[in-house]
């Protein structure tokens, strides 16, 4: 919703600046209207759209970004949470319960990352209760009894501190590191651009209508930006999150259903040991 309130302000302040040129185009001395005055404006308004278009790329750039990695990081932990799960699953049965415990906590995670009602994210909720150290307890707690076992068990240990890592690093990415500085500069420039258009545009429907879509066009693609940067909420979420639900049901089974490849292992840069494993090929050795 704040994304949706940056995207109207943005389209307000650069159409408001063209009215406000329209403006000053009706109370300004003929001088400051002149042939002279009209192409000097325009010779700095072409060097400012152009510092406006390299600063809106590396915006643009810097979200997705921003996106990519995010999504990058869900989808390895949710590679992980598999991972461990078959790798408990080979150990044998006694690790039933903490294959349990191993989805509760996945199911809890996913309700702190998205929140049902579509909140945003509680960085002290995401930083609270129980982690992967409640399975890396049960997991010290078993007693190999051959070498295959003692080569899970510490396969499986590994898995536990990646995903350790994987919920240190979400917290680090909950809110943006979106350059807001830039940012705020970059609408400045469009909305004076945008005066300079209407001071000698002529007042007419039309040309306010073509000023109105060009903000308006403008507008969208900033309030995408602002979506991109934050995975956790917004319109962003909806993708990651479909994919993120249905973890629950794969974790605790004897074998994954078949679109958890198409959903987590069609990724380039995803290792081809990720790959088989999700496909259902389950070796007792990777």
Not at 70 to 81: D, I, M, P, T, Y
Not at 171 to 177: A, D, F, H, L, N
Request: charged share 15%; net charge neutral; hydrophobic share 50%.
């Amino acid at each position: 919703m704040k994304d949706v309130l940056i995207g109207v302000v943005v389209f307000a302040v650069i159409f408001g600046g063209a009215v406000l040129g329209m403006f000053l185009g009706k109370v300004l001395p003929d001088p400051h209207m002149s042939t002279e005055s009209r192409d000097a404006i325009r010779t700095i308004m072409a060097m400012l759209g152009t510092l406006s278009a390299v600063v809106l790329g590396l915006l643009t750039g810097s979200s997705i970004s921003s996106l990519a990695e995010k999504e990058s990081e869900l989808r390895g932990a949710g590679v992980q949470f598999i991972m461990l799960d078959r790798t408990l699953a080979e150990y044998g049965p006694e690790t039933a319960k903490t294959r349990a415990l191993l989805k509760d906590l996945l199911a809890g995670r996913i309700n702190q990352i998205w929140p049902e009602e579509g909140g945003a994210v509680s960085l002290t909720a995401l930083s609270s209760g129980a982690g992967i150290n409640l399975v890396q307890r049960d997991l010290f707690a078993l007693s190999p009894q051959t070498e295959q076992q003692r080569w899970l068990r510490s396969k499986a240990l590994e898995n536990t501190n990646t995903i350790a890592e994987s919920r240190w690093t979400t917290i680090e990415q909950v809110g943006s590191r979106f350059p807001w500085a830039f940012f705020v500069v970059v609408v400045s420039w469009l909305a004076v651009i945008f005066a300079s258009f209407g001071l000698f545009a002529p007042r007419n429907a039309s040309v306010i209508a073509a000023l109105l879509v060009a903000a308006l066009a403008l507008a969208g693609p900033i309030f995408m930006m602002l979506e991109q940067i934050s995975l956790m909420a917004g319109w962003s979420r909806s993708p990651a999150l479909r994919c993120a639900s249905p973890l629950i049901n794969w974790v605790g089974r004897d074998r994954p259903p078949e679109h958890a490849v198409a959903c987590l292992a069609d990724r380039k840069s995803f290792p081809s040991v990720s790959r088989s494993w999700l496909s259902g090929d389950y070796p007792a050795v990777c």
